[in-house]
């Protein structure tokens, strides 16, 4: 099966775990479009209440127009489950997020989740971490940060639009790919990062994920209890 019905099979299964009454975080991406579809069906046909909180500009928009009522995440007060997608997730459990320049809110809202639960396709999973790693970072200094990042031996690339210039994140910033070959030690990585001055957040998330659903070759849907 191909990895976009895979996206599908696993996006819309997703949406079955939101309960009523819920604070939904929405995640945001190519999978999560197929979660808020379905979740936006839910709340028209089953007068699902619920309310919902955004990963990204984008998916607020796309949420909203299928009614699904979103509110801010400082208007709430606490968030009951998140789903989201995420480009990587390891056997430990660890992930890369950030391919759709989302990482930051994903995170912010992933940190004031009770549960988290990601969303992915087969490809997603591998055994250890070996893609490009989103970094967001303040756009004042941020060519001295990259020569940083190149000391280090992070191998930098700016996230570009299609005009060649710098990508700007829903909160104003750039986006660094870092190019390493296998991420051994994520924790280690992500504290490096995040202590370097001008990193606003970086695209590891580790000892968040409660539940993934994997959409998976042979039309079916694996959920893996995490913790
Ligand atoms: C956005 C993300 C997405 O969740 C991630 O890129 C997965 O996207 P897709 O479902 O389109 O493969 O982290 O910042």
Redesign the pocket.
């Known amino acids: 099966m191909s990895q976009d019905l895979q ?1 599908i099979i696993a996006g819309r299964r997703a949406a079955e775990f939101v309960k009523n009454g819920m604070v939904v975080g929405i ?6 479009a197929h979660f808020i579809e379905a979740l936006g069906e839910r709340v028209a046909n089953e007068q699902l209440n619920i309310v919902g909180v955004a990963t990204s500009e984008k998916t607020r928009r796309n949420a909203a127009q299928l009614g699904i009522p979103m509110y801010n995440v400082d208007d709430i007060d606490k968030i009951d489950l998140t789903i ?4 990587q997730i390891s056997d430990d459990f660890s992930a890369i ?7 930051l809110w ?1 995170k912010i809202v992933a940190f004031n989740s009770r549960e988290n639960i990601w969303v992915v396709d087969a490809s997603k999973r591998v055994d250890k971490l070996n893609q490009y790693l989103p970094v967001e970072v303040i756009p004042y200094g941020s060519d001295q940060l990259f020569k940083r990042f190149t000391a280090s031996g992070f191998h930098p690339t700016w996230r570009l639009d299609q005009n060649g210039n710098p990508v700007r994140t829903d909160s104003a910033n750039f986006l660094i790919d870092l190019h390493l070959p296998i991420i051994e030690n994520p924790r280690e990585l992500g504290d490096e990062l995040i202590k370097m001055v001008g990193v606003v957040e970086h695209g590891l998330f580790t000892d968040v994920v409660n539940h993934v659903i994997v959409g998976t070759d042979d039309h079916s849907v694996n959920v893996i209890d995490v913790k």
């Open positions: 996206k995640g945001s991406g190519s999978t999560i989201d997608g995420a480009d997020k950030g391919g759709g320049a989302a990482l994903e």
